[in-house]
């Protein structure tokens, strides 16, 4: 067996015992909330890591699993296509644009099945993609259906941390940053989520970065 895949088979075993859900899970809601989880270190605990990149191709293996199982069902759709996004978001310039496609794909069936999926946040996803992919003719993106698709998930969860931080995004990266300091600082005024803390700090800090940066 060579390095790489070592290194794979190793990573594999660590996320089912790190997260023990993905082994045990006692319905969809906690294999959901696994994938969650298991999205949340990958992204905020191993950031900057060398292994991240390994870790979120086991953790997409996985939450395709889950989607096989569960093939009518949006929410663990709408996570594989989180996941995948990550992966993009990481990605060289050779494979961003098509993990970025299949991320897209994945969360618009998740939206197809349930616009209202993860209270709103098949929406807000869908739309954070097309507005982060360049438009025609290099990639898919875009900006009028990324700016319909926020509000509609804005509209969902009003309060709501990624909801306000997202759209706050959305508006600096069309230089309203004005307003997009209004929806970030009701962002930070979001109740702190005890069940999904490694998510909710590492958001936080994210919203902090983005204020830091306005005019």
Avoid: C
């Avoid at 060579?2 to 294999?31: F, H, I, T, Y």
């Avoid at 905020?44 to 086991?58: D, K």
């Avoid at 709408?78 to 995948?84: A, N, Q, S, T």
């Amino acid at each position: 067996m060579n390095l790489r895949k070592s290194l794979g088979a190793a990573l594999a075993a660590l996320l089912v015992l790190s997260w023990p859900a993905l082994a045990v899970a006692a319905s969809l809601q906690d294999e959901v909330k696994a994938i969650n989880d298991g999205w949340a270190h990958v992204t905020y605990e191993m950031n900057g890591s060398s292994h991240q990149t390994v870790a979120l191709a086991q953790l997409d293996h996985v939450a395709a699993t889950l989607v096989a199982r569960y093939p009518n069902q949006a929410e663990p759709l709408l996570w594989e296509g989180i996941v995948v996004s990550e992966e993009a978001n990481r990605a060289n310039i050779f494979h961003k644009l098509s993990l970025a496609t299949r991320a897209r794909d994945l969360i618009a069936r998740a939206y197809a099945l349930n616009p209202h999926a993860a209270n709103g946040g098949a929406a807000m996803s869908l739309g954070v993609l097309y507005y982060k992919v360049p438009g025609s003719p290099l990639g898919f993106g875009d900006k009028e259906r990324a700016r319909a698709l926020l509000r509609e998930g804005l509209a969902l969860d009003p309060n709501g941390l990624d909801a306000n931080y997202f759209y706050g995004d959305f508006l600096h990266d069309k230089g309203n940053d004005a307003i997009a300091r209004t929806y970030l600082q009701k962002a930070l005024r979001a109740p702190h989520d005890q069940t999904r803390p490694v998510w909710d700090a590492g958001r936080r800090r994210e919203v902090m970065a983005l204020l830091h940066q306005l005019h």
